[in-house]
């Protein structure tokens, strides 16, 4: 791999880590202003560590493992400063299994996205979409059993790990869910008065952690390297912090920033899937479908600050 294509790779990862967890530090930047500055601080430094370490880091590790049981969790560790060509072999192989699945679950998060979750409508159709909201299930079920289909012909352990990314986004989508309605206690500080900085910091983490699966399972679109993922997403991570506790107000201007991070999703799910059906995507292709994608949405957004521009309608 050149130094052209990990800049590349680098920046896709940050870019896209940063504007698919807008939504959530707009929450924590809102829970964290009811704070000291003790606690930002802390929120800055030390929960940056868990942020990078914790989730951008172990969590593909994991997932990386349980994809290549037979790869001991050491020498999978070792294998990525290393470069052993049979471990390495072994993740390609299995590539497939991992990819699947974590396709499936990113493609499922954006038809939620597009079928049942509130938003400002960015192109022509997503009104009318949101408005049968009801086809939600409809649509997911027949895109797995097509992708199921498809992937028995090729290895049915292909089939299963579509259906493993389906139950992942269920499961994640419930701890989501709950997560969000923490985050509506500790902002009304609902039942959470009792609580101390401290306390509300580690709800914080933990809630930041399950928002942050999103981000790390769409990685693997841009690479299967866990240290480039770790550099890429732990860019975007602190520069997210940044964000949250310095100019989180200027970030909730841009109205359509969530439209570009789910459609980036949308995408990078796509490419998933195309790869573990070996259909060959250049390394460049995510991070340039990235770019693209949330540099139109800034475009847009853009225009809807600024009445007198030329707003062309897309």
Not at 105 to 129: D, S
Not at 263 to 270: A, P, R, V
Not at 272 to 282: E, G, Q, R, T, V
């Amino acid at each position: 791999m050149d130094i052209f294509s990990i800049i590349l790779i680098i920046t896709g990862l940050a870019l896209f880590e940063i504007i698919s967890s807008i939504d959530n530090a707009v929450i924590n930047a809102e829970v964290l202003s009811k704070m000291g500055p003790k606690p930002r601080r802390w929120f800055l430094v030390y929960g940056l560590i868990i942020a990078v370490f914790g989730v951008r880091f172990l969590l593909p590790m994991f997932l990386l493992w349980i994809s290549n049981p037979s790869i001991g969790p050491v020498d999978l560790f070792s294998s990525m400063f290393s470069g052993d060509e049979k471990v390495a072999a072994a993740v390609e192989q299995s590539s497939p299994f991992l990819l699947i699945a974590g396709g499936v679950f990113l493609v499922f998060l954006f038809f939620h996205w597009l079928f049942l979750e509130p938003k400002r409508f960015g192109l022509v159709g997503e009104k009318f979409i949101y408005s049968q909201g009801i086809w939600f299930y409809t649509a997911i079920s027949i895109i797995l059993l097509l992708i199921s289909w498809y992937a028995m012909q090729i290895n049915p352990m292909m089939a299963f790990a579509a259906v493993v990314g389906s139950t992942a986004f269920f499961i994640i989508h419930g701890f989501k869910q709950n997560a969000e309605l923490k985050e509506k206690e500790l902002l009304e500080g609902s039942g959470s008065s009792h609580l101390s900085d401290l306390s509300k910091l580690m709800y914080l983490e933990v809630i930041d952690a399950t928002f942050s699966i999103d981000g790390v399972i769409g990685a693997f679109a841009f690479t299967l390297f866990v240290p480039l993922i770790l550099i890429g997403n732990g860019i975007g991570a602190l520069v997210v912090r940044e964000i949250t506790v310095r100019n989180i107000d200027s970030i909730k201007k841009y109205a359509f920033l969530k439209n570009g991070a789910m459609y980036s999703i949308f995408f990078l799910g796509s490419i998933m899937i195309m790869d573990s059906f070996a259909i060959d995507i250049p390394s460049f292709v995510s991070p340039v479908i990235t770019f693209s994608c949330i540099g139109f949405f800034l475009w847009k957004s853009h225009l809807e600050m600024n009445p007198k521009a030329d707003k062309t309608k897309i």
